[in-house]
C-alpha cells in the first residue's frame, strides 16, 4: 500500500485547505484511513479518520465542527477538508491506514494512535498565520 497527500499550503487564520491522499497497491476491505498532524516540538497526534465498514467518522476535540473526513472508496481517496484554520493547526499532516472492522459501535479515537497504523504516506504541510 502506498499513500500519497497533497493539498496542504500557507493559509490566513480563518481560511481552508482540502487535504486529499490516494491510495495505490490498495486491496483492503475493513480498515481506517485519515489523517495525523505533528507540530514543531510535539508529539504526532490523531485528527481524524473515517471508517471502510461503514463510513463512521472520528474527530479530534480540537477539530471538531471544522474539519470534515470524507471517503471515494472508487478512486481509493480520503479527503480532510479544513475550515476556520487556527495558528495552532499548523503542522506536517500525515495520511494512514490501520487495518481492521471498525464500526459505529466502537470508539474509533482509541484506535486512531500512531503506533497502531499499518501504513503511513508522506506527510504535507499547512501553515497557518496572518
Known amino acids: 500500500v502506498q499513500l500519497q497527500a497533497s493539498g496542504g499550503g500557507s493559509v490566513q487564520p480563518g481560511g481552508s485547505l482540502t487535504l486529499s491522499c490516494t491510495a495505490s497497491?490498495?486491496?483492503?476491505?475493513?480498515?481506517?484511513i485519515g489523517w495525523f498532524r505533528q507540530a514543531p516540538g510535539k508529539e504526532r497526534e490523531g485528527v481524524s479518520c473515517?471508517?471502510?465498514?461503514?463510513?463512521?467518522?472520528y474527530y479530534t476535540d480540537s477539530v471538531k465542527g471544522r474539519f470534515t473526513i470524507s471517503r471515494d472508496d472508487s478512486r481509493k481517496t480520503v479527503s480532510l477538508q479544513t475550515n476556520m484554520l487556527e495558528p495552532e493547526d499548523t503542522a506536517l499532516y500525515f495520511c494512514?491506514?490501520?487495518?481492521?472492522?471498525?464500526?459505529?459501535?466502537?470508539?474509533?479515537?482509541?484506535?486512531?494512535?500512531?503506533?497502531?497504523?499499518?501504513?503511513w504516506g508522506k506527510g504535507t504541510l499547512v501553515t497557518v498565520s496572518s
Open positions: 494512514a491506514i490501520t487495518v481492521g472492522y471498525y464500526t459505529e459501535r466502537i470508539q474509533l479515537g482509541t484506535h486512531w494512535v500512531p503506533d497502531g497504523m499499518n501504513y
Open positions: 497497491r490498495f486491496d483492503l476491505d475493513y480498515y481506517l
Open positions: 473515517i471508517s471502510s465498514a461503514d463510513d463512521s467518522t
